[in-house]
């Protein structure tokens, strides 16, 4: 395993070698290994570059883990907005999870809805790319037209265009309180019928997710909302009155209940002891039912108000084929099929020129992404 | 500002482009007579002019894919335009362009509550987005200063901001998808009405790309329902240090305002000039603004007012009512105005990180006595988009030369302190010859080897973002 400590170190390894590499962070998140041997870890690039609280800004290297960030930012009372979920036990992995894992796989969570994605609050990357030149894009500001915006295109690309080296955040104040709203018993379509409501309504909803199956086996829909305590309150209220008659309705203030139940959403608890083949479909809220209904899962959650389906499939189960006809694209997370949707020939020829752009020895994970 | 001596070879064909052209469009969708073409010599950067070799209005994704395909074909350069209200000379033509307008596609195509998305044809101007979903409680969030006029094309060409970005974010926060055609008229569509897209982030990468890897021709936006109301407060300071250290303080105690605007006293004494707006006389000015229920705003409103008097305001006004919230916002709004009434200006749009707001502002004050031109400084605080207004003399010889360096060495002293050159106008040829101060020749490279796989030939307006020497071996066929 290569463990590189400066990112001087990691370009001339880059630049040094012909033989193809499986760049890794933590290694928590079961990335597809593709087909090369050598492992390159960025934990030796870790720590922290640069916070301002005030300007809501923080820059880390790479290979910094994300309990390490989440605990400077908590102490300032400040987070990532975008909720990166810890794929360990949903995928039965082990290690610490890295900041430059996140953002390799744009990793978001719940709040996905309200705050956007991790590459909406990524501002700036430095990377080494396949001929071992170090380069960055972006920087600290969070307003920044400047040039191309190489931000994005590092961020979800797996490792293949680069290997990350810094990356930086705008971050956003934690709030003061949150309030669940749980609905129980609705089916799946009439779950996505609620949270299209909810999300649709002026009371900034930060989370909405449905369950078949909650903590006491019966259908759940969950309906967030955070901010100042009074606030809190008066949406809570105004919402359930919005949503009119959806059934029997409970409100949930404690912290660490609603804490620890979103952490159930965002790392998909409910779907990691069961067996069979994982899937993550991205798709138009008001598609998921069919969806659901097309692919007839063993287990699965809603997230994002229905744009996210998490769901554990009959081993060997054509996803894709499952839902044609519907647009969307659904990523393999466990199972046999190719763990990423094919693209149309115009955006793949496209792909595939960068990737040569960027890497054109093919040596930074050869196989991810192809 | 230097622009490539026109291809000779291209300027000869002229009358058979045209007639290449008008084969796949009406006659009144080509527009070739000189008096004519003058319409499009420029945007809104009027400083440079030059007319096109001939300008085109498709209508319909086919036949900006025809055009395209033409123009491919001809080795001819094409200038992308929305409305052409680039402030950095984005939509600036060459002798030997052709002008690819958008503006008769203005559709909407799709609007869908449950899904909180719209899909337009990209010749539609920003507010007509919103006009097309308010009276159902949605807006689009990006709002830039000419969201009358600006169309969507040129919004997501420089992905574009807006005073309430700060909440909202700018363009590529909120752009779903896109049709796009590539430039030999490949027609591809990335993204669509889901939140994440696969493979790539190619939608991310298009947005800001200042119309250098394809043309936009229908774009799927997120909308957002409206909030139950909005409220600013106005406060005086009388320094910048002390408003900018009130703009940390602000941001760090956990209140998320929509919008912190910021403006000093050469700007406030101007549009109190110009439109009466009952401002105090002070160095500096913040007006912060946050949404939410009558309730919800008093209460953070109440948290702002209560961090501002620790810092010793000269005035905090909160507004009551609409009446008092269009006051407050009244001068801010005729800001442009205001300054554009004393002389020609130059509206500068770096970004700075936060921390460093009283510095620049002092250092650009030391430098506006270097040059001999005031500068009035109006801009969003709480994202560090600077909007230094330098004043000049258009009719001054050596006046406008004068005030460019200057507005150079403005824009590298927000390099310097870790900031970039344009916040939410662009590159365009503005500020192309500055990308050497903000990234290295390899990181600028890197982009240009972006564009090679979108546009092999470097057709797709291809003088602007990049310094035309770094350039050069790549336009020159």
Not at chain 1, 73 to 78: D, G, H, I, T
Not at chain 2, 202 to 215: A, D, N, P, Y
Not at chain 2, 416 to 434: A, N, S, W
Request: proline letters at 6%; charged letters at 20%; aromatic letters at 6%.
């Amino acid at each position: 395993m290569l463990t590189p400590r400066t990112e001087d170190e990691l370009a001339e390894m880059i630049r040094e070698t012909n033989a193809p590499l499986r760049i890794q962070g933590g290694g928590t998140r079961g990335f597809d290994p593709g087909t090369a041997d050598e492992v390159l870890t960025t934990s030796g690039l870790s720590g922290l570059e640069l916070y301002e609280p005030g300007a809501l800004t923080l820059v880390v290297k790479a290979g910094t883990p994300v309990a390490e960030v989440e605990a400077v930012l908590a102490a300032e009372n400040q987070r990532l907005a975008f909720e990166p979920m810890d794929h360990r036990r949903l995928l039965g992995t082990s290690g610490e999870p890295t900041i430059g894992g996140v953002v390799a796989a744009n990793v978001s969570g719940p709040r996905r809805v309200q705050a956007g994605a991790c590459r909406d609050s990524l501002i700036g990357v430095r990377f080494v790319d396949g001929n071992g030149t170090v380069l960055k894009n972006g920087g600290r500001v969070m307003k920044n037209v400047t040039g191309y915006d190489l931000v994005k295109l590092a961020c979800g690309s797996y490792g293949t265009l680069g290997v990350l080296t810094e990356v930086s955040f705008k971050v956003l104040p934690k709030n003061e309180a949150t309030a669940v709203i749980l609905i129980n018993g609705q089916s799946a379509r009439k779950a996505v019928q609620t949270m299209s409501k909810a999300l649709a309504s002026p009371y900034e909803i930060t989370g909405a997710a449905y369950t078949p199956s909650g903590l006491d086996g019966h259908p759940v829909t969950m309906l967030r909302l955070e901010g100042f305590a009074a606030s809190v309150t008066y949406r809570a209220e105004a919402l359930t009155k919005a949503l009119g008659d959806v059934g029997e309705i409970h409100i949930e203030t404690d912290p660490e209940r609603t804490k620890a139940g979103w952490e159930w959403v965002r790392d998909v608890h409910s779907l990691s002891d069961v067996a069979g083949d994982l899937w993550r479909i991205s798709v138009k809220p008001s598609d998921a039912p069919d969806v659901l209904e097309a692919i007839d899962p063993k287990a699965y959650l809603l997230d994002w108000g229905g744009g996210l389906i998490w769901a554990r499939m009959p081993s060997g189960t054509d996803v894709r084929q499952k839902m044609q006809g519907i647009g969307g694209h659904a990523t393999c997370l466990q199972g046999r099929a190719s763990r990423f949707h094919p693209q149309p020939e115009t955006l793949a020829t496209l792909s595939a020129g960068l990737r040569a752009k960027f890497d054109p020895k093919g040596i930074l994970n050869p196989g991810v992404m192809a | 500002m230097e622009m490539p001596t026109p291809n000779s070879r291209i300027l000869e064909r002229k009358s058979r482009i045209v007639a290449r052209l008008l084969t796949v469009l009406p006659a009144d969708a080509v527009i070739h007579e000189e008096v004519e073409t003058r319409a499009y010599e420029c945007d809104a950067l009027t400083a440079y002019k030059c007319p096109p070799l001939c300008a085109v209005l498709p209508a319909s994704t086919e036949e900006v894919s025809a055009v395209l395909k033409i123009c491919h074909e001809e080795g001819v350069p094409v200038v992308p335009r929305g409305s052409g209200t680039s402030l950095a000379g984005g939509a600036l033509p060459t002798a030997d362009s052709v002008i690819l307008g958008v503006a008769r596609m203005n559709e909407v195509l799709e609007t869908d509550y449950d899904n909180r998305f719209i899909r337009v044809q990209t010749g539609r101007t920003n507010l007509s987005v919103t006009g097309a979903v308010e009276m159902d409680g949605f807006f689009y969030a990006p709002d830039p200063s000419s969201q009358l006029a600006c169309a969507i094309a040129g919004n997501i060409a420089m992905n574009s901001g807006g005073a309430h970005c700060l909440k909202y974010g700018v363009t590529t926060n909120n752009l779903l998808g896109v049709k796009m055609v590539l430039m030999d008229g490949t027609v591809t569509e990335i993204g669509g009405a889901y939140l994440d897209s696969a493979g790539y982030d190619l939608l991310g990468l298009i947005c800001g790309s200042e119309g250098q890897l394809g043309v936009v021709t229908e774009a799927t936006l997120r909308i957002l329902p409206k909030p139950e109301g909005a409220r600013p407060v106005l406060m005086g300071f009388d320094s910048n240090e002390v408003a900018g250290a009130c703009v940390s303080d602000i941001i760090k105690a956990g209140v998320l305002p929509v919008a912190i605007e910021f403006m000093d006293r050469p700007v406030i004494r101007a549009t109190e000039t110009f439109a009466n707006a009952g401002y105090p006389d002070c160095e500096a000015l913040l007006i912060v603004e946050v949404e939410g229920s009558e309730a919800e705003i008093d209460e953070q409103l109440g948290l702002i007012m209560e961090i501002a008097r620790k810092h010793n305001p000269v005035e905090l006004r909160e507004s009551k009512s609409a009446e008092e919230s269009a006051a407050i916002w009244l001068g801010r709004k005729s800001a442009f105005g205001a300054m554009g009434q004393i002389n020609d200006y130059m509206c500068l749009d770096g970004t700075i990180p936060v921390s460093q707001l009283p510095y620049v502002l002092r250092r650009i004050g030391e430098m506006s006595k270097d040059y001999g031109l005031d500068v009035g400084n109006v801009f969003h605080a709480g994202d560090g988009n600077m909007h230094p207004l330098i004043l000049f003399d258009a009719n001054k010889p050596g006046d406008l030369e004068t005030c460019e360096a200057f507005g150079a060495e403005i824009l590298r002293l927000c390099v310097e302190v870790g900031g970039c050159l344009t916040g939410e106008h662009g590159v365009g040829i503005e500020k192309r010859d500055l990308m050497v101060d903000q990234f290295a020749p390899d990181d600028l490279e890197v982009q240009m080897k972006v564009k090679d796989v979108f546009d092999p030939k470097w057709l797709l307006n291809p003088s602007k973002v990049f310094p035309l020497e770094a350039s050069e071996a790549r336009r020159a066929h």
